[in-house]
């Protein structure tokens, strides 16, 4: 894999905006990164722009067999461990304020190849103790020269 590369993140938002802010709306991200392979681990670096706030959030993944590790330090700040059968917890730090999250990640699963990977990451997420949701994650990362995601 190349250095420069493309990033699509799928996965679920919960919105006070919603007409119900109990159901969930799907979120897609695409955004160019940059990739590194380094002591076994595989860093994805990218950057994000929230509608809203002034600033970039600067995002840093970290893969490596059963285990996905999202920084996130800008607008919002948090350390989200997902390592499959193995409940984590962390906060989650936004302009309105700090909240504990719990984070049981059910399946971590992690498909690479010379030119991609694909990672996929079932959890349940609860807030300050209670639980919220069932959530996915999907992360596909590719060489940015190849254009489009072969889905």
Known sequence: ??????????????????????????????????????????????????????????????????LLEITRRGSSNVHMVFEKDKRNMTYYTTPYGSMMMGIDARSVSIEESEAEIHAQVEYGLDVNYEHLADCMIDLYVQSRERKAFSL
């Open 1 to 66: 894999m190349t250095k420069d590369i493309l990033l699509k993140i799928s996965g679920l938002q919960f919105s006070a905006d919603n007409d119900d802010p109990n159901e969930p709306e799907p979120v897609e991200i695409i955004a160019p990164g940059e990739y590194y392979y380094k002591n076994g681990k595989h860093y994805i670096l990218y950057d994000e722009v929230m509608e809203g706030f002034d600033g970039v959030t600067k995002n840093v993944l970290k893969l490596q067999d059963g």
